[in-house]
């Protein structure tokens, strides 16, 4: 029996805007240069996301702000976890996922802390659950002018929390986190 590892990761977990993104990937053929998506520039996690894509079994989930706000981020970043698991178009032996957590699941799953820099598969979901965000967030600066979700895709920077201190918070933002109510 052939076993089929799927790596699992999540992006926008500390975000004050926007859903959470979890992806998983099953590669079908070894991939240079994978890595944790936070230790890659722009450009390399662009061309790497092309590279997967073309190259894997993929999967998204997320979990809306408004499931963020419900259930709290911790919980919410383990429901897009299982939704991107069972998006899959094909079912893995064995989950692999980043960090201490893991969703509930009818899957051997298994925690790597810091997997993303350590197991391709892991690395490769953290690459494209990043690109898919990052680009998700990008269309909502068009939306939202006002609040630069293009430079610093809804996390916690200085101009981010000064936008939200003038125009108060938008419909993507969370309000469960301080600040954003």
Known sequence: MIELIAGVDEVGRGSLAGPVIAS?????????????????????????????LKN????????????IDDINILQASL??????ILN???KPNKVLVDGTHKPEIDILVETIIGGDSLIAEISAASIIAKVYRDDLMMRQDIIYPNY????????????????IRTYGSCLIHRKSFKGTS
């Open 148 to 163: 630069g979700f293009g430079q610093h895709k809804g996390y916690g920077t200085k101009a981010h929390l000064e936008n």
């Open 88 to 90: 899959l178009p094909i």
């Open 24 to 52: 998983a990937v099953i590669l079908k053929n070894k991939i240079i240069g994978l890595d944790d998506s936070k230790k890659l520039s722009i450009a390399k996690r662009e061309q790497l996301n092309q590279i997967i």
């Open 56 to 67: 894997s079994f993929f999967a998204y989930g997320s979990a809306s702000v408004e499931e």
């Open 79 to 84: 429901l897009a976890m299982k939704r991107a």
